[in-house]
């Protein structure tokens, strides 16, 4: 018993004894690095450029320069901000820079910077690399491009649609380059995938955009995806046929006299839907020499009804003189 109790002080001594000694190890590590952050360091940093006030009708290229190299003087301290963030520095283009052919060309002296950029005063700008920036341009086209909606869509059975898909805007506007822009015709949308439908659909769907479109800018990069989902029904009714273009001196008789036309549409729109709403005709013109049949031709059908089809597709006939 006596001998478990001296190991379990023992062990508890060590113990105490290791957690001090690693305060002091981290301790000595804090002071160490407060030491070093004290002091003053020159190192140079890359810093992305934030372009303002671009005008409007311009867009600057690709290919040009969008980053300073800047030589910085300062505590270790101040240094963190620079290693740990994303540093960036502001060119307003309505009154630093200046336009030489397609081109506006950034130049600023480290006394400039120094004195007008956000530098604080514990930091202090040295050199800059390049001392000078060229931001090619083109001039913007603005074009009103359509938008081309990309469906897979199934409905449930007895539902579909009366009119068509909408997208909303159903155009977009596209500011860019000239060259760029003047190649978009049109801008397609990711396909709409959906099953089983049977309720009216309101949804967001991205545009695919051309490549490379940073040089591009989209009035919107989505539109809404609408349409009105109904019950339908289908409907039959008998059509009389029209002969037309038969000679004043040619006598015919023909059979059937009438056709069933066979349609689709909604249950709110079935009972306006007439016979006399469908044409259904013959041209004789179009009869081959020695063939007995007309092919009978739907010429006329009501706005509102889908999948029109003729149930007969021969009209038999014979000369009578």
């Known amino acids: 018993m006596i001998k478990k109790i001296k190991s379990e002080l ?146 449930a059975p007895g539902f579909d649609i009366m009119s068509n898909y909408k997208a909303i805007p159903d155009s977009v506007t596209v500011i860019g380059p000239h060259e760029m822009v003047n190649n978009i015709n049109v801008l397609k949308t990711e396909k709409v995938l959906l099953s089983n439908v049977k309720t009216n659909i309101s949804t967001t769907v991205k545009l695919v955009l051309p490549e490379h479109t940073n040089d591009l800018k989209f009035s919107t990069k989505n539109v809404g995806f609408v349409a009105n989902v109904e019950k339908f029904t289908e409907g039959t009714v008998k059509i009389p046929i029209q002969i037309i273009n038969l000679p004043k001196d040619v006598l015919i008789k023909y059979f059937p006299k009438e056709v069933k036309v066979s349609y689709y549409t909604s249950l709110d729109n079935f009972s306006k839907i007439k016979a006399n709403d469908f044409k259904v005709i013959c041209d004789y013109n179009k009869v081959n020499t020695n063939q007995s049949v007309l092919i009978p031709e739907l010429v006329k059908a009501p706005e509102g009804v889908k999948h029109v089809k003729l149930n007969q597709q021969k009209i038999e006939f014979i000369i009578l003189k």
């Not at 070093?36 to 409007?56: H, R």
């Not at 060119?91 to 120094?114: A, G, H, M």
């Not at 202090?124 to 009103?144: A, E």
């Open 10 to 155: 023992l062990t508890s001594i060590k113990s105490k004894r290791l957690n001090v000694f690693l305060l002091f190890l981290f301790s000595a590590f804090i002071i160490l690095i407060f030491t070093k952050l004290s002091k003053e360091y020159t190192n140079t940093v890359t810093f992305n450029i934030k372009k303002i006030n671009v005008p409007q009708d311009k867009v600057i290229l690709n290919d040009s320069t969008h980053k300073l190299a800047i030589t910085l003087k300062t505590h270790g301290f101040k240094w963190l901000k620079y290693y740990l963030g994303n540093p960036t520095i502001s060119i307003d283009f309505s009154k630093e820079v200046y336009k030489k052919q397609n081109t506006f060309i950034y130049t600023k002296s480290v006394s400039y910077l120094n004195e007008t950029k956000p530098f604080k005063n514990e930091v202090k700008l040295l050199n800059i690399s390049p001392d000078t920036l060229v931001f090619k341009y083109d001039t913007n086209l603005v074009k009103k491009v359509p938008v081309a909606l990309e469906t897979d869509i199934s409905f």
